[in-house]
């Protein structure tokens, strides 16, 4: 007994460094258990890293002022919308890049590669020319007050002018993701968070010749960070350390690569957009509740995207193994796999609620000690710590549709949810019925419930095996 013991810790350190380190593998064959086991974790390590960077700017802008944590709430809102296009974007590049590793195209695969990163840039562009310009205006749109605006849209200006960082970080890792090699994600990353660590209270709050740039400082370090590990991300691609390599020769549009992908995306990026558009309507809400309200919201969902990360690198983890799977012509397997990693998801979530339900003033004072910031970041944290359940297992049904590239069914799925259900309820708790921010609180939960008990409705009724990407 004692001897198996011992082996089976020998074989759990091995996976373990077989997963950081990104050996090769084959996810198409073998136990799905391993399978799930090896993209999970540095898919769950490479989540970590990217909430890293919300709760260090969060930690270090708290020592600034309430205004500048409402400020990167605000602003946070808003840069969402860029978020649910690259996020759109990437479940394609994961699909259409699985889908390719598993039919051993590896050409089709740098092919969609490419295409992606070009739309990346195209869009990025767009979106820096709106920040650079309108920061204040935005600010003021989403409820802010004048003396935030006049504090908080350096912030604003500069990481909305440099998205194009966190479009190309997105859509890259995705494609390293979709090859399966989900440990030079996770790298990339280390080295982007490490750099934000050491450059946010530089910027912030000044060191040497540098000023201290407050807000703005904590978007300076984020952007440096960010950019910095798309280069490292780049030269991946084009020195080919991955399974895919790009070469000059494919740095062309190719039309037909494009529509496919943006065929593919639109149900993602719908769906990313009525998700997001909802959340920024939910923070337009919380506004109306005063500075203090805002801060305790906005350092609750930072604390909260921590622990959802690892769930979501659980559902990517999934996506992959579907998209994989189906293009090895294994829909059975795929299925398996999403079964599977929903259980190990939902038992993880499970045991953070327990944490987050005990001890949520504790957590939220780490950040703050104003007493009616620390009141309703705890009810904010507690209220939606009872869906957590529900989001780990919900994530990773959601997730396993966009793998197979059926994006359309999940944006359906939030459209009745968020729209429909959320948005309404949320209004009238809050404002009609005086339910203050516990109303916005108990949308958020209800609706993520919601989310989870259709998905697995329309998940058993197995549509999803039979779409081509």
């Not at 990217?50 to 270090?60: C, Q």
């Amino acid at each position: 007994m004692q001897s198996s013991q011992k082996i089976t810790i020998k074989q759990f350190f091995n996976y373990l460094k077989l997963a950081v380190t990104g050996k090769e593998q084959d996810f198409t064959s073998g136990s799905i258990r391993r399978a799930v086991f090896m993209l999970s974790i540095p898919m769950i390590l490479e989540m970590l890293m990217e909430s890293i960077f919300a709760i260090v700017d969060i930690f270090y802008v708290s020592r600034v002022s309430v205004n500048a944590v409402a400020t990167i709430g605000l602003t946070e809102s808003v840069i969402t919308l860029v978020y649910a296009l690259a996020i759109g974007l990437s479940m394609a590049a994961t699909a259409i890049v699985a889908r390719r590793i598993g039919e051993k195209d590896r050409e089709g695969a740098s092919q969609a590669a490419v295409q992606v990163i070009f739309l990346g840039v195209i869009i990025a562009a767009g979106v820096s020319v709106v920040g650079i310009l309108y920061p204040k205006e935005i600010l003021a749109l989403m409820g802010g007050e004048p003396d935030l605006i006049a504090e908080g849209y350096g912030y604003t200006q500069v990481l909305l002018g440099g998205n194009v960082t966190i479009m190309l970080l997105f859509l890259i890792n995705a494609i390293f993701r979709g090859a399966g090699d989900a440990s030079i994600a996770m790298w990339v990353l280390i080295v982007s968070n490490g750099l934000n660590i050491i450059l946010d209270p530089i910027f912030i709050f000044g060191l040497g010749p540098i000023q201290a740039y407050g807000v703005e400082g904590a978007a300076i370090a984020t952007t440096i960070g960010r950019g910095t590990a798309v280069v490292f991300q780049l030269l991946v691609l084009f020195y080919g350390w991955s399974k895919i390599k790009v070469a000059f020769k494919d740095l062309v549009l190719r039309i037909s690569v494009m529509l496919n992908l943006i065929k593919v995306s639109l149900g993602g990026i719908g769906q990313f957009l009525i998700g997001t558009s909802s959340w920024v309507f939910l923070m337009r809400i919380m506004s109306e509740f005063g500075s203090e309200v805002l801060a305790g919201y906005t350092i609750a969902i930072r604390v909260m995207m921590f622990t959802l990360m690892p769930a979501w690198g659980m559902s990517n983890a999934a996506a992959t193994l579907v998209g994989q799977n189906l293009g090895a012509q294994k829909p059975d397997r795929a299925e398996q796999s999403v079964w599977k990693t929903g259980k190990y998801s939902a038992i993880f979530m499970g045991f953070v609620s327990i944490i987050y339900l005990i001890f949520a003033p504790q957590i939220i004072s780490w950040f703050t000690q104003e007493a009616e910031v620390i009141k309703n970041g705890a009810l904010c944290l507690r209220i939606i710590a009872a869906g957590y359940v529900f989001y780990g297992y919900g994530m990773v049904i959601i997730n396993a549709f966009n793998g197979s590239g059926d994006t359309t069914t999940p944006t359906w799925i939030n459209f009745i949810c968020f729209w429909l259900f959320q948005l309404p309820f949320a209004y009238i708790m809050a404002l009609n019925f005086d339910f203050g921010p516990l109303g916005v609180f108990m949308a958020i939960t209800l609706a993520e419930v919601l989310i989870t008990v259709l998905g697995l409705i329309w998940f058993k009724k197995g549509k999803w095996k039979s779409v081509k990407v």
